[in-house]
């Protein structure tokens, strides 16, 4: 059944709204609403995609919902679906940064995030459950998972290689085994290649634009973030001290403590955590030329950074289709599967460690680089409602929404009873 236009915009609107928490929430909020609740994906269509994503540069649950948006109505439906999966957020930030000086102080503020964060935390556990028990069919499904959980979180080894190897692994391990399989898509290059052509001339339209017009600062911040886009594999993660420490000394835009800022607050608003680059371009612009280059700076960003999105799942997402017709590489897909596991699971442990503890160092012998928070800066309200939050979620199975709200507001109520006292 396809879904209708109305329903579509219903849903992943909801998404988009709702898409707090980085990567692995918003990868679990996505299962649970269009594979639990609506079935507009399968189990294994939602985890090939899944796989397929975490290949590309760029957000990958962004592009997990413009690949499922895709599915289901085609270039116009993953136009729809990615959209409006960044939309929310993106205004959200340009509303944060345009008043960033009255608001980062704002305790009532803090004090909500604190209780959103903890939702999330409970999110992720739920996530990861699901997750694992449908991914990790296999014995050495549940190794490769365990395996590339200690390779980024205790060896910090690069994403790609990660990943890499796990389909490497599952390539060499997989049979043929009788008949191949039939396929399901053929390819097309003519049509690949007219996707790129003509996705990579909207991409590079504002930049030749501002180049014309003689807007030296529009077009160095563009240049900078369209690099960024197609080398951002593995998540903003895997390019946040990179791109912290050129925008800090190698250009100058901001201050370490601004760019701190900024990520804490793409933290905690819905959609991609990438969106602190459009923080970035707002901010940086403000400071070279007022409000216009601010509002200039940051959609420049937007568009540099998520453009390049929908041209790789547009032109390579049948690519997906065309694989379960050849064993081999669907056994590589499945153990990219299983490594993914591990990859949520580590962005969870880290996202989890920064949201109890107010102090978070790490501690290293050799090649092992642990997390080390620090018990004395641990959060109680933040704990309480995180416990709460998974005995929601995960014994009485209420809405993502009521958990949300009721941990969002007892937050704040906490908050602002510690502030008479």
């Known amino acids: 059944m396809i879904p209708s236009w109305s329903e579509m915009f219903a849903v992943y609107g909801r998404i988009g709204c709702l898409s707090f928490g980085g990567p692995a929430a918003q990868i679990a909020l996505m299962h649970k609403v269009l594979v639990d609740e609506h079935k507009w994906l399968s189990e294994q269509d939602y985890l090939r995609g899944l796989s397929f994503c975490m290949l590309l540069p760029g957000p990958e649950a962004m592009q997990l919902a413009t690949y499922a948006g895709w599915r289901q109505r085609g270039i ?20 944060l940064a345009f008043a960033y000086g009255a608001v980062q102080q704002a305790a009532w503020v803090q004090a909500l995030f604190v209780g959103v964060k903890a939702a999330v935390v409970a999110i992720v556990i739920e996530a990861i459950l699901r997750v694992a028990r449908r991914a990790l069919q296999r014995r050495s499904h549940w190794i490769i998972a365990g395996l590339a959980f200690v390779a980024l979180f205790a060896l910090q080894l690069p994403f790609p290689l990660v990943i890499g190897l796990a389909a490497l692994w599952g390539y060499a391990t997989t049979t043929q085994g009788g008949a191949a399989l039939p396929v399901r898509a053929p390819l097309r290059l003519d049509r690949t290649l007219a996707i790129l052509a003509v996705g990579g001339a909207l991409w590079a339209a504002p930049m030749l634009l501002v180049w014309a017009l003689g807007q030296a600062f529009l077009f160095e911040l563009g240049l900078f973030f369209s690099k960024l ?11 946040l001290a990179y791109m912290t420490q050129t925008v800090v000394q190698g250009f100058g835009w901001l201050t370490t403590g601004q760019m701190m800022d900024a990520l804490g607050l793409a933290e905690t608003t819905p959609g991609p955590l990438i969106l602190v680059t459009q923080f970035v371009g707002v901010v940086a612009g403000g400071a070279q030329g007022g409000w216009p280059l601010a509002l200039a700076g940051g959609l420049i960003v937007l568009w540099v950074t998520f453009v390049p999105c929908f041209i790789w799942i547009f032109a390579f997402a049948p690519l997906i289709a065309w694989l379960e017709g050849r064993a081999r590489l669907t056994g590589a897909l499945a153990a990219i599967t299983a490594a993914v596991v591990g990859v949520i699971a580590n962005l969870s442990v880290w996202f989890a460690a920064h949201v109890l503890f107010g102090q978070v160092g790490e501690w290293s012998l050799g090649p092992l680089h642990l997390l080390a928070p620090d018990p004395a800066s641990l959060n109680p309200v933040a704990l309480a409602l995180t416990l709460f939050a998974a005995w929601a979620l995960l014994v009485r199975h209420w809405g993502l929404i009521r958990v949300l709200a009721l941990c969002a507001a007892g937050a704040l109520v906490v908050g602002q009873a510690a502030a008479l006292l």
């Open 76 to 95: 116009a439906g993953g136009l729809l679906s990615g959209g409006l999966f960044v939309l929310p957020g993106a205004l959200v930030i340009f509303a």
């Open 229 to 239: 886009a197609v080398v951002t594999f593995g998540g903003a993660y895997a390019v």
